[in-house]
């Protein structure tokens, strides 16, 4: 597969009008021309540059994925279901005002305000919640300001086009709380593919990333809630481990709207992405598996610390009683592999389906041997 | 004073076109003009508001082209003289108007001057206005020279009152904007008091009601008027014939190509072999003056612009006479030999002539056109259709294109006509998606705006600019409205029509005779209609863009002001607000970042692109400091301080 860097033609070409735009943000704030609005990259006006960083940056062009793991993570810890797994750990917030204000153990946010009151970094970005549940990416410095930012956002948050504002201004070492896509283009900004415009990304320090299945569209996510809820009333949602459905928490109580209502309006780009854990991250985080009550599991995360940072963060935590932490139970690490696996499968499937060339993956390396290894 | 109220007759001036008519008006004793302004015709009216005091005329820029016929015609009713002046495509609103008006007749003389634009050099068609005359059963002349038009429009009152009917002159842009010699005659001095009497007999041509009824005695008069003037127009001195008595060829022409005709013939040297009949008076035609010349010969050319209209009526008799001046071959526009798009030119007719002639003659070396450019080239900077530095529209139509991506859902403008139709071109970021007439972006929005129902899903957004919102964007605003339909109206208010040069409009304080009138404020009257209205400076970038982007998200009809000043306006021109330059340490240029955002995307012709240094410059010369580009540089390498 060719791995030539080329322009803003190309994205458009390759990514957005093939549906493909995660909303990443890698390819917004670079320059005047692409802008996220909404829950959408847009481009206003072309560009001619042959070879751009909006096109070497984003996750869904191509990427030699084996020399990104060679560069990233140590090759004994390589797994090719979940990536680089150096540990393995089910853990929570110790403090329970940070459970309260997070998603689910509030393992992030925890994480996050450490490395902040620690000076590992100065800059930490996450995800807040706009105007009509639209999500943006901003920049804090301090530990409660991450808190006050908790919770999952399924609509896109365009985080790394954050990144790419923060990385620009005054700030020193600058780590990133992100989705799979995201954590992949942050991951090809560190490959310095265009070294002389390496888009200061030495500044970042930590990536922590969150697993994902999909993130949804937003105009069509509120068409579906109009009938249902306002959306102001919206306090957050989620995708209840095992069950299939998805419950929105409002103001009013907590709507369940079944799986078969809710897989059509994910963001196109979702079907076909084959990473839900985050490889490329320092850490990553889900919620837990601990097979328990929902009400209970809920309050726990299951971690991957995937490099020697990731590490470094974990055993602070530890030390300073940040975290708590609990064994994981027998075979949940499996059940993770073989979950993760089966969506690198179906999404390589669906990729198939597209070009109906199983030798053309469009943005997935073929030769790869972990693309190998689930296809042939 | 104006040359054009010069009172030595007698005396030679140099006029344009467009002023011989003023002044064969003046001559004439006219009494009240309106138009509306429109390339090649504008500055006719211009040109008697300018005098209006001195000649005690009212002059006016009406709302548009059917109100100043209407305007133009009560004065008539009130046995005054007047004129009403404007382009074609303004002949095409006034139709309505102009129909009713012919049936039912004129009293004090009544010109209409259409002006043609062949070529399309100031339209965005070729329309024509000759075929009205023969629609509408009036009398059409067409000047041939300047001192024509003058004489032949100072003639033209008297034969509309001949006749009492309207009386059409029409002129092209060649004509209208080109200058020549003019003969100056007696101004008129006199006074009539307008009055209008209506308690005579019905059919009582002076004294009765105005009206077309009853139909059958009234068409039947008017048609017995147009045989009364082709039989002024057997003897009419507008109508020359230059050439041997047998020709081998006869060519027929009028108007501009008279001139091109003639140049043909002499630079053919054919002045012996090639009769030139050239006419002055087009319809109706003077059925034994051209039977006397077809007769003469058994080749004919006839040579006019655009569309066969001579032809087809010269053709026309010449089947009626068969018998009598026996079968010709015609050459024209309908087999070829001459196009039948695009104005002519000496060389053309030349070829014509030659062609038919069987003589060799080539008008140009094959490479002329080839050489010509290049050397226009070497010699002219490549200058490409764009707005004026400093222009509003680049502004607002930054703002609208990019509400319009953002907004994601495919959106497009209707367009019509004004400065702004050029946002059809990259200069406008090629935002028009559909163009037509005047107002007609309202209309066709508005029927866009009825289409979700089919389930249409794009937004539909017209533009309209000031004058045009009065001309003719209300109607279609008020069908909207009342029809519900989901449309963004972004009204391009620059003070002033500023396309044909700044003539007064509704929404201004003064009119054409620069008297203090009640200006009409749009954004009221959008109200009042019942739309959401908002006003924005186009100037604030990402505001006007915000608003936009709100305002497409909501159902109904909603109207976005842009106000901001036309850069050549007589108040901006004068002074700069920014005085505007690159700091080149910060200018990113061609890299990946910026890749000449400035020049290569929003392209102000204040900016340019210093290819040696490979960095942004702001030429002092050019730019009006609206220090707009400062807004859009992703480096803060432009920078604007403000004039004190
Ligand atoms: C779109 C999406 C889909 C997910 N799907 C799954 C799944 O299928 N399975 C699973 O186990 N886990 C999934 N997660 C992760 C899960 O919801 C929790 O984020 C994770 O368990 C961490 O919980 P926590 O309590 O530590 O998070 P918190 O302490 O609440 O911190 C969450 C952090 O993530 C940031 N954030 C929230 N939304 C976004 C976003 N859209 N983009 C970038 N940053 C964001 C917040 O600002 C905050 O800093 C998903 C998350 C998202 C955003
Ligand atoms: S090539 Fe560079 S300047 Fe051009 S669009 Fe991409 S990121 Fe922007
Ligand atoms: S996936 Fe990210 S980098 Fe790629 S086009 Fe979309 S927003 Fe830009
Ligand atoms: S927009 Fe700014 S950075 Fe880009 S070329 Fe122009 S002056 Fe330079
Ligand atoms: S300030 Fe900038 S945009 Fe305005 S006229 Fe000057 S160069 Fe053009």
Redo the contacts with the bound molecule.
């Keep these: 597969m060719e791995m030539t860097i080329m322009g803003q033609k190309e994205l458009q070409e390759r990514v957005h009008r093939a549906q493909l735009c995660t909303g990443c943000g890698a390819c917004v704030n670079l320059c005047p021309y692409q802008v996220f609005y909404q829950d959408q990259t847009i481009v206003l006006d072309a560009c001619d540059i042959k070879e751009g960083r909006c096109f070497a940056f984003c996750p869904r062009t191509p990427a030699d994925l084996e020399a990104m793991r060679r560069r990233f993570f140590a090759p004994g810890d390589l797994t090719p279901e979940i990536g680089a797994v150096k540990g393995y750990l089910i853990a929570r ?1 110790a403090d329970a005002a ?2 309260t ?10 994480l ?1 305000a450490l490395a902040l009151a620690e000076g590992l970094i100065d800059t930490a970005i ?3 919640g706009a105007d009509r549940f639209l ?1 943006q ?1 901003v920049a804090v410095g301090d530990g409660a300001e ?1 808190l006050k ?9 365009a ?1 790394v086009a954050a990144f790419n504002r923060a990385a620009k201004g005054p700030a020193g070492a600058i780590g990133v ?3 799979p896509c ?1 954590v992949f283009a942050l991951a090809k900004m560190r490959m310095k593919p265009l070294p002389e415009r390496d888009n200061n990304i030495d500044k970042l320090k930590l990536v922590i990333g ?6 949804l569209d937003w105009r069509k996510f509120t068409a579906l809630l109009a009938a249902r809820t306002a959306l102001e009333d919206i306090t957050g949602m ?2 209840p ?1 095992g069950r299939r459905l998805v419950v929105i928490y409002t103001r009013n109580g907590a709507l369940e709207i079944p799986w078969d209502e809710v897989a059509p309006i994910a963001r196109e780009a979702c079907g076909v992405c084959v990473d ?1 854990t985050a490889e490329f991250a320092d850490l990553s ?3 837990a598996r601990i097979g328990e009550t929902w009400e209970t599991t809920r309050t726990w ?2 971690v991957i610390v995937r490099t020697e940072a990731g590490q470094a963060l974990i055993d602070l935590a530890r030390r300073k009683g940040v975290l708590e932490f609990r064994e994981p139970p027998a075979g949940v690490l499996d059940e993770l592999k073989a979950a993760a696996r089966d969506k690198k499968k179906a999404s390589l499937e669906k990729i198939i389906a597209r070009t109906g060339n199983p030798e053309d993956l469009i943005y997935v390396d073929r030769r790869d041997p972990v693309i190998r290894a689930i296809l042939d | 004073m104006s040359k054009l109220i010069d009172p030595r007759e007698g005396v030679r001036v140099l006029l344009m076109g467009n002023e011989a008519i003023v002044r064969g008006a003046l001559e004439a004793g006219v009494n009240v003009a309106a138009g509306y302004p429109g390339t090649p015709s504008s500055e006719i009216v211009q040109n008697l508001a300018d005098v209006a005091g001195e000649r005690n005329l009212y002059v006016e820029w009406s709302v548009n082209e059917k109100v100043a016929m209407e305007v133009a015609a009560a004065a008539s009713f009130a046995k005054l003289r007047s004129l009403c002046a404007m382009k074609q495509n303004g002949v095409n609103v006034a139709s309505d108007f102009l129909l009713h008006l012919t049936a039912a007749g004129t009293r004090g003389g009544m010109v209409l001057v259409a002006c043609d634009d062949p070529g399309a050099l100031s339209s965005v068609n070729e329309g024509e206005s000759r075929h009205f005359a023969r629609m509408v059963e009036v009398p059409l002349l067409e000047p041939g020279d300047f001192q024509e038009a003058k004489d032949m429009t100072k003639w033209a009152f008297e034969l509309s009152e001949e006749i009492r009917n309207l009386v059409v002159l029409r002129s092209v842009t060649r004509m209208s904007h080109a200058s020549g010699n003019v003969t100056l005659g007696r101004l008129s001095d006199a006074q009539p008091k307008a009055e209008f009497k209506y308690d005579g007999f019905i059919l009582d041509p002076l004294e009765g009601p105005v009206v077309s009824a009853p139909v059958p005695y009234k068409h039947t008069l008017q048609q017995e008027k147009l045989k009364r003037v082709r039989e002024i127009f057997e003897g009419s001195p507008f109508n020359t014939y230059a050439g041997p008595e047998k020709p081998d060829l006869l060519v027929v022409t009028s108007s501009a190509c008279t001139l091109y005709s003639r140049e043909a013939i002499h630079v053919l040297g054919v002045k012996d072999r090639v009769g030139l009949l050239k006419l002055g008076t087009t319809w109706p035609l003077p059925p034994e003056l051209l039977k006397r010349h077809l007769a003469s010969t058994d080749r004919v050319l006839i040579v006019e612009e655009v569309i066969p209209f001579l032809e087809e009526n010269v053709k026309i008799l010449a089947a009626e006479t068969a018998l009598e001046i026996g079968a010709k071959t015609f050459f024209g526009k309908n087999d070829g030999t001459l196009p039948s798009i695009g104005e002519l030119n000496p060389d053309l007719v030349a070829a014509a002539i030659a062609k038919i002639l069987g003589i060799d003659h080539v008008a140009m070396p094959p490479d002329y056109e080839k050489k010509a450019t290049l050397m226009s080239f070497a010699k002219a900077p490549n200058r490409e259709l764009t707005f004026c530095p400093g222009c509003p529209h680049r502004a607002s139509f930054w703002a609208i294109h990019h509400a319009l991506l953002m907004d994601n859902r495919l959106g497009f403008v209707c367009g019509d006509i004004g400065c702004y139709s050029m946002a059809a071109l990259p200069c406008g970021f090629s935002t028009l998606k559909t163009l037509h007439a005047m107002g007609s972006g309202a209309g066709v929005a508005s029927g866009f705006g009825q289409l979700h129902r089919f389930g249409m899903e794009q937004p539909a957004m017209t533009v309209c600019g000031d004058s045009t919102f009065f001309a003719s964007v209300m109607p279609a605003l008020v069908n909207a409205i009342h029809h519900r339909a989901d449309l963004t109206v972004v009204v391009l208010d620059n003070s002033g029509t500023a396309m044909t040069g700044f003539q007064p409009h509704p929404g201004l304080k003064v009119n054409a005779m620069g008297g203090d009138v009640p200006a009409l404020d749009i954004a009221r009257i959008c109200a009042a209609m019942g739309a959401k209205v908002e006003v924005r400076d186009p100037f604030q970038l990402e505001e006007a863009r915000g608003t936009l982007i709100g305002l497409l998200e909501e159902k109904g009809v909603k109207v976005l002001i842009m106000r901001q000043m036309c850069a050549l306006s007589p108040e901006k021109r004068a002074k700069k607000k920014y005085e505007v330059q690159v700091d080149e340490a910060l200018c990113l240029g061609e890299t990946c970042g910026c890749n000449r955002l400035c020049t290569r995307v929003f392209r102000c012709p204040g900016l340019v692109w210093d290819k040696e240094r490979k960095k942004a410059r702001v030429d002092e010369v050019l730019c009006a400091g609206c220090g707009v580009c400062a807004l859009i540089c992703p480096a803060e390498a432009i920078r604007k301080e403000e004039v004190a």
């Design positions: 917030a940070i459970r204000g997070a998603q689910h153990g509030g393992t992030v946010s925890a996050m996450v995800a807040e999500q990416g991450v930012r908790g919770k999952s956002k399924f609509i896109t948050a985080t709380v992100a989705t995201q969150l697993f994902c299945g999909w993130a989620d995708i481990q839900t985080v889900g919620s995360n299951q």
